[in-house]
């Protein structure tokens, strides 16, 4: 076979010296030499390193199959397992949303040719859903037209609007309302939904929305153009300011409550958390931090019309978003022998679906918001990361691994990445700012809103936070992945003068604990049994 890269395109990630070390070599840090007519034996390393590419500069000259010497029968080796598989498995993919639709996708465009079923709860076909609560609130863009595109660029059998409701695991079969689907491999991309109002009564008020689907998105809308007097949001995460920031570009009165010390102090820290509070000010949120809402009350007719808060204050409001946070969509999994609850589906790096004992599965696979995957950057902590990039990238590492060989499998290491668009500002993230001890100001002017805050634990850098600076954090993610000092130690564009560490304040929060009775006395008998727990 013949090789030639595009060197004006390479950019010297290294994949492929990595995936096939004998015939790419990286000298220096980015400069690249290969052998452009390799030994035949390394076909298959040369094929994995094109695949593995990120800007796909490796174009290879395969030989034409009619003209290969025949191989007597004899010596054909039976098809490997992940082969069949690959011809004429039958691959199901639950969750047909953002990452269940990457994971079909990847699938088809690597080879992959026998029955694949996508089943969804949902009955609209794959759509997008950071414009919802950004976008299509304002009447930029129609919450029904935020369809994900490329749905029919593969072939797959469509089940939409249905729900899994059990997973058989040792007969290989996904249960429906009355129908089994068999299958080879699974993939679970269920996500989360919105995390619901707790009070029943309460929660079926006229003007109480959550915000998650089309759905929601549209019946807000409708509201919002309606002028209501005052919206409420309880919660100051990333959904309720981009809420509270669309209701103050349509001029509607709104109060954002906190119950913590500052909003976005779950992602960002009280230091961070404390821009975001003068930023909401500045633009005319009334913004009440360390309260809670204790009740909700309605009129006759069942419209609500006011809220009682912690500290013994009342508002007045007709229209009352809680954005509360997600529930993991596991429920469906109960029973089923997987390490599934309140805290996701615990996969390894590989996206194995993980048992109830520990063990890693063969043939079952997660990605997504659902997923709940250990990474080496964060001393191989278990992560839930409810980010599109990270739906994204797991899911296509979970296509490629369904199909493929032990040793041909990819590892799933991508930076945790999120972006927000708030009261015309930008905030992007790379790596986990909740894993950090200590931040400093490495770029740019607090004052101004445009800086990079570095994070760091233990003496290294964790993450960085972009405030309409967005363009550095590339750079940034390299420090976090080669695990450079913290703070950093060199001089960088933009640098304030008296940028010193701090603590980065972030809230101490527990990792969900799997609550489990194991039983047996020896090794061949001793089972883990999960203890049904509250998914709310």
């Not at 397992?81 to 990457?102: M, Q």
């Not at 990361?385 to 296509?399: K, R, S």
């Not at 668009?421 to 790379?430: D, L, P, Y």
């Not at 304030?496 to 006395?521: C, I, K, L, N, S």
């Amino acid at each position: 076979m013949k090789i030639v890269v595009d060197l004006t395109r390479c950019q010297g990630y290294a994949q492929c010296a990595f995936a096939a070390p004998d015939v790419f070599a990286i000298r220096g840090d980015e400069a690249l030499l290969y052998d452009p007519d390799p030994d035949h034996a390394q076909r298959e390393k040369i094929a994995r390193a094109a695949a593995a590419c990120p800007v796909q500069a490796i174009f290879l000259d395969r030989e034409d199959a009619g003209h290969r010497l025949p191989v007597p029968e004899a010596q054909v080796a039976a098809p490997r397992p992940e082969e069949t598989c690959r011809r004429t498995g039958r691959i199901v993919i639950v969750g047909a949303s953002l990452a269940g639709l990457r994971a079909g996708l990847v699938l088809r465009r690597d080879g992959f040719t026998g029955s694949l079923t996508m089943i969804g709860d949902e009955p609209d076909p794959p759509y997008d859903r950071p414009p919802l609560s950004k976008q299509a609130l304002v009447g930029q863009v129609d919450a029904r037209r935020t369809a994900l595109p490329r749905r029919e660029e593969f072939d797959a059998h469509w089940r939409l609007g249905v729900a899994a409701t059990e997973l058989d695991l040792g007969g290989k079969q996904v249960v429906l309302d009355g129908e089994r689907v068999g299958f080879d491999r699974l993939l679970i991309a269920t996500g989360v939904r919105a995390r619901p109002w707790p009070n029943e009564a309460e929660a079926g008020l006229d003007g109480l929305f959550v915000l998650r689907t089309q759905v929601d998105a549209e019946g807000l809308r409708r509201r919002l153009e309606a002028r209501p007097g005052r919206v409420l949001v309880i919660g100051g995460g990333f959904t309720g300011c981009e809420v509270a920031s669309a209701c103050r570009e349509l001029d509607v009165p709104v109060t954002v409550t906190e119950r913590g010390l500052t909003p976005l102090v779950g992602a960002l820290g009280a230091v961070i958390g404390g821009v975001a509070a003068q930023m909401l000010r500045d633009h005319g949120v009334d913004l009440r931090c360390g309260v809670q809402v204790e009740a909700l009350e309605g009129d006759g007719a069942g419209r609500l019309r006011q809220a009682r808060l912690s500290d013994g204050s009342v508002l007045d409001v007709d229209v009352v978003v809680a954005a509360l946070g997600s529930v993991r969509n596991v429920e469906w999994l109960e029973g089923s022998g997987l390490a599934a609850g309140v805290w996701g589906v615990a996969c390894d790096a590989g996206c194995r679906a993980v048992d109830v004992n520990g063990v890693v599965t063969d043939d079952v696979f997660v990605a997504g918001d659902v997923a709940r995957c250990p990474h080496p950057v964060y001393d191989y902590q278990y992560l839930s990361l409810e980010h599109w990039g990270n739906a994204v990238a797991q899911a296509q590492i979970a296509a490629h691994n369904m199909i493929s060989a032990e040793g041909e499998r990819w590892p799933h290491l991508a930076l945790p990445e999120f972006w927000s668009t708030q009261f015309g500002t930008e905030i992007k993230s790379v790596g986990v700012p909740t894993y950090a001890d200590q931040l400093v100001i490495a770029q740019g002017s607090v004052a101004q809103r445009r800086f990079v805050a570095v994070y760091g634990y233990h003496g290294r850098i964790t993450a960085a936070v972009a405030f309409n600076h967005s363009k550095w954090l590339e750079f940034y993610a390299g420090l976090i992945d080669r695990a450079t000092s913290f703070p950093p130690s060199f001089r960088l564009t933009d640098q304030p003068t008296d940028a010193w560490p701090v603590a980065a304040e972030v809230p101490d929060r527990p990792t969900p604990h799997a609550t489990v009775v194991v039983t047996g006395h020896g090794p061949s008998e001793r089972r883990a049994t999960l203890v049904r727990r509250t998914y709310l």
